[in-house]
């Protein structure tokens, strides 16, 4: 990637490097190619070697309330948003506040490719090659006090660039939250680029979080603020359903939603005959983030 002082939205993946890993991963020799000099070239340990889904499922199949409630209006819609320029409002408990412009945030913090499982709440899953940093980064250059204890996120509010602020009946702005430890574990990143390309619109962009070990619906797109503080901040299904949707909202096969099982989910692109697959504890990160949870009962604290 040409290294420019001010990077632009448009320069923030280098699509030239992706092309070549993923040309190396691809073919016969390819398979021993990319194990030989994977690492070499970036690719995370925390990368699942699931088949990612096509650019295509991924950008066409979304959730975004912002832009309405059915799976294809944020493709049709998002084209409206302007995400350049951009700039996230970092405040409470943290030694340097203020508004970080987006340029400024991609220039110091170092990014790179993380394939993880996606599973949302209405058991559905994908899998998906992110671009992004880990949030600590971002937490980090923040500088966060030694009281804070979760990170509160939320997501533009602009009416005359999407339809369902005004048609779609939530509190906004969409409002999510995790757990310091949780926020700082180098599992969650903040994403801004799917496969070779910019974020697309209607995934979130520019920058929005995920969270591979959780429902979706924590993955909050298009963030403007993060809010350090020491009390657990409101999310806005815990808000709109508090019954259905709890605060940590790991996935969990055992704890079944009030309305459906969790225990199975659809993979999107499996074709409309698909045996639905067995979700896994954590998403299947159960490895990784098991520890945050020690000692607490999950089916409290859903
Ligand atoms: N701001 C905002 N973020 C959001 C949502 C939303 O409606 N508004 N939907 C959530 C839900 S329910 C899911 S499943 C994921 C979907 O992400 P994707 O469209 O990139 O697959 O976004 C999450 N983040
Ligand atoms: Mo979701």
Request: aromatic fraction near 12%.
């Given at each position: 990637?040409?290294?420019?002082?001010?990077?632009?939205?448009?320069?923030?993946?280098?699509?030239a490097?992706?092309?070549?890993?993923?040309?190396?991963?691809?073919g016969?020799?390819?398979?021993?190619?990319?194990?030989a000099?994977?690492?070499?070239?970036?690719?995370?340990?925390?990368s699942t070697?699931?088949?990612?889904?096509?650019?295509?499922?991924?950008?066409?199949?979304?959730?975004?309330?912002?832009?309405?409630t059915?799976?294809?209006?944020?493709?049709r819609?998002?084209?409206?948003?302007?995400?350049?320029?951009?700039?996230?409002?970092?405040?409470?408990?943290?030694?340097k506040?203020?508004?970080?412009?987006?340029?400024?945030?991609?220039?110091?913090?170092?990014?790179?490719?993380?394939?993880?499982?996606f599973?949302?709440?209405?058991?559905?899953?994908?899998?998906?090659?992110?671009?992004?940093?880990?949030?600590?980064?971002?937490?980090?250059?923040?500088?966060?006090?030694?009281?804070a204890?979760?990170?509160?996120?939320?997501?533009?509010?602009?009416?005359?660039?999407?339809?369902?602020?005004?048609?779609?009946?939530?509190?906004?702005?969409?409002?999510?939250?995790?757990?310091?430890?949780?926020?700082?574990?180098?599992?969650t990143?903040?994403?801004?680029?799917?496969?070779d390309q910019?974020?697309?619109?209607?995934?979130?962009?520019?920058?929005?979080?995920?969270?591979p070990?959780?429902?979706?619906?924590?993955s909050?797109k298009?963030?403007?603020?993060?809010?350090?503080?020491?009390k657990?901040?409101?999310?806005?299904?815990?808000?709109?359903?508090?019954?259905?949707?709890?605060?940590?909202?790991?996935?969990?096969?055992?704890?079944?939603?009030?309305?459906?099982?969790?225990?199975?989910e659809?993979?999107?692109?499996?074709?409309?005959?698909a045996k639905r697959?067995?979700?896994?504890?954590?998403?299947?990160?159960e490895e990784?983030?098991?520890g945050?949870?020690a000692?607490?009962?999950?089916?409290?604290?859903?």
């Amino acid at each position: 990637m040409a290294y420019k002082n001010v990077l632009k939205y448009s320069d923030v993946t280098p699509k030239a490097d992706y092309m070549n890993r993923r040309q190396l991963m691809g073919g016969a020799a390819g398979l021993f190619a990319g194990m030989a000099i994977g690492p070499a070239l970036g690719a995370s340990k925390y990368s699942t070697d699931a088949k990612p889904n096509t650019f295509e499922e991924i950008s066409s199949y979304n959730n975004f309330y912002e832009f309405g409630t059915g799976k294809e209006d944020p493709a049709r819609h998002a084209h409206q948003l302007t995400v350049d320029p951009w700039s996230v409002q970092i405040d409470g408990m943290v030694d340097k506040p203020g508004s970080y412009g987006l340029e400024d945030i991609l220039a110091k913090v170092s990014q790179e490719e993380r394939i993880y499982r996606f599973r949302c709440v209405e058991a559905w899953s994908m899998v998906i090659p992110w671009y992004g940093f880990e949030l600590k980064q971002l937490l980090d250059m923040a500088g966060v006090q030694s009281g804070a204890k979760y990170v509160a996120f939320e997501t533009l509010v602009r009416e005359e660039e999407m339809p369902g602020i005004r048609s779609v009946n939530i509190d906004w702005p969409y409002r999510e939250g995790l757990r310091l430890d949780e926020a700082m574990h180098p599992l969650t990143i903040m994403a801004t680029g799917v496969y070779d390309q910019p974020m697309p619109k209607q995934n979130g962009a520019p920058l929005r979080l995920v969270v591979p070990w959780k429902y979706g619906f924590k993955s909050i797109k298009s963030i403007v603020r993060v809010t350090l503080t020491d009390k657990q901040p409101q999310t806005s299904w815990n808000m709109l359903q508090s019954r259905e949707y709890g605060f940590y909202s790991n996935v969990n096969p055992e704890v079944s939603h009030p309305r459906w099982s969790q225990a199975t989910e659809r993979t999107i692109g499996g074709g409309l005959f698909a045996k639905r697959k067995e979700t896994l504890m954590f998403n299947g990160y159960e490895e990784e983030v098991a520890g945050l949870y020690a000692g607490m009962d999950l089916a409290k604290n859903f």
